[in-house]
């Protein structure tokens, strides 16, 4: 089985517009399908370094000199880019989410089609996980989580439930957690919900829209004028944030305008937004809620 089937690979690799003597950035290794799509148009003088937290990612690296990746989350970049002597990069790709691996392995608690262990760790050092936030959370930090990262209406609903229900004893896996919760699972669009719910639980285990802003924070100070940044993201949280901070450098509200009513933008939107052609999406589902970003620096 593949470890991960790279989504809008020429899309996004393209459409950081390489120059064969740059320097790279993969900030979701994963697989190595982005990463080697890169390095088959850099030159001997080219560079690439690639980000990946989870373990199991290590035994995807690539033997090639041109190449180095560092075993970290990628909200580090700028730190330990620094720690290999690099300042500044002609580009970054990120390719957001959970890789075709962490689903399909089950005892990572990813995936809605296996019975697991409450985990949902994109690092399996990490210290928080599924089990602690459904176990030990109160009930309107619950409330808030299922409302903000798995968008549900009934979210007051299904946390008040969860603590009813942890009180007779602890939610220990998935199979219990949907048993719980099946009145809110009606059968035509029980796997919606479900993954709306997880959606919601893994985004705040790996703490992913605070990683997504510091991350792009720090490529803003880390792309020299001219790189690009290119995006993929899966749900509309993520892709919201990065379309505004394409827009304006900035995650909600308006730039500061200047006395005359004028105001700069650090970055420059490269096209339209991409999603994939239905002949990707056949041949990969995961595909189907992909949307790709591209930004130039100024």
Known sequence: MEYHN????????????????????DV????GGHSKEILSRLSEKGRLYAFDQDQDAA???LSDERFVLIPENF???????????VKNVDGILADLGVSSHQFDVPERGFSTRFDAGLDMRMNQNAVLNAYTVINEYEEGDLRKIFSEYGELNNAAAI???????????????????????????PSHK?????????????????EEIQVLKEFLEQSLEILKPGGRLSVISYHSLEDRLVKRFFKNGLF???????????????????????????????????????????????
């Open 28 to 31: 979701t290794f994963g697989g």
């Open 190 to 206: 029980s796997h919606k919900i479900l993954a709306q719910i997880y959606q919601a639980i893994r985004i705040e285990v790996n």
């Open 252 to 298: 909600e509200g308006e730039p500061e305008r200047d006395f005359f009513g004028r105001f700069t933008v650090p970055l420059t939107p490269i096209g339209k937004l991409i999603v994939p052609a239905d002949q990707e999406i056949k041949v990969n589902n995961r595909a189907r809620s992909a949307k790709l970003r591209i930004a130039e620096k100024k």
């Open 75 to 85: 909200r580090y970049i700028k730190r330990f880019l620094r720690f290999h002597g």
């Open 6 to 25: 790279p989504v809008l690979l020429h899309e996004s690799v393209s459409g950081l517009n390489i120059n064969p003597d740059g320097v790279y950035v």
């Open 159 to 185: 946390a008040n439930t969860i603590v009813l229900a942890r009180k007779e004893t602890a939610i220990r896996n998935t199979e219990q957690l949907k048993q719980i919760l099946s009145r809110f699972l």
């Open 59 to 61: 035994a995807n690296s």
